[in-house]
Every structure is written in structure tokens, then in C-alpha cells.
């Protein structure tokens, strides 16, 4: 499953549907794996600008590249038609929905 290539180590669960699989969890270290490849592929800038853009409420939501994804590397899609395969929407729910996005587009270590 290629979502499970960009997310990190942590206790989830998984419920596959035909066309959708929902990952929950309340541990951040789910996001470790985006967190360290937002900042390795030094596109922070740019999953800022999406996260924010997309949030509506206690939600936001990304387009991964698929084809991208399946490698283990976080490609961010703007558009749909920019991954061949179809994008994977990445959908991140929190209470600190803020807190999250900042998390993971920041600039320091932490």
C-alpha cells in the first residue's frame, strides 16, 4: 500500500474500503515519515502553503504523487493530473490542527 510508504512507525489502525484506506491514529510519529521528507526534499515552503490552503476546520488535505509514493518519497501534487496514476489524497484530522501543520512544515529540528 503506498500510503503506508510516507508515514512513519506508530500504533494505527487501518480500515480498507474499496477505494479508500483511513488511518487513524493519535500518535504524531504516524506523520514522522512526511515530517523528515517535507524537510529532506526541502519543499516545507510548499506543504505549508497546501496544508493551509486546503484546511477547513480541524481537517486539511494534501495530493501525493502515487507513482512517488510507492518509492517511499513524498512528492506533492497541486493538481490532480500531475500524478499518472491519480494522486493519493492524504487527509490529516487534529484538534491542534495548527500545531500539526506547523510540526510539520517547520524550519527547526524540533
Not at 474500503?17 to 523528515?36: N, Q
Not at 524537510?39 to 507513482?67: E, F, P, S
Request: with cysteine; hydrophobic share 40%; aromatic share 4%.
Amino acid at each position: 500500500m503506498a500510503v503506508e510508504n510516507v508515514i512513519g512507525d506508530c500504533a494505527r489502525s487501518i480500515e480498507k474500503e474499496r477505494t479508500t484506506v483511513k488511518i487513524s491514529s493519535s500518535d504524531i510519529r504516524c506523520l514522522a515519515r512526511l515530517h523528515d521528507q517535507l524537510r529532506d526534499r526541502r519543499i516545507r515552503a510548499a506543504a505549508r502553503r497546501l496544508l493551509t490552503a486546503n484546511r477547513v476546520g480541524d481537517a486539511t488535505k494534501v495530493m501525493l504523487n502515487r507513482q512517488a509514493a510507492f518509492q517511499g518519497v513524498v512528492a506533492l501534487c497541486g493538481a490532480a493530473e500531475e500524478s499518472s496514476l491519480g494522486p493519493i489524497y492524504l487527509q490529516i484530522e487534529s484538534r491542534e490542527l495548527g500545531e500539526v501543520i506547523e510540526w510539520l512544515t517547520a524550519y527547526s529540528s524540533g
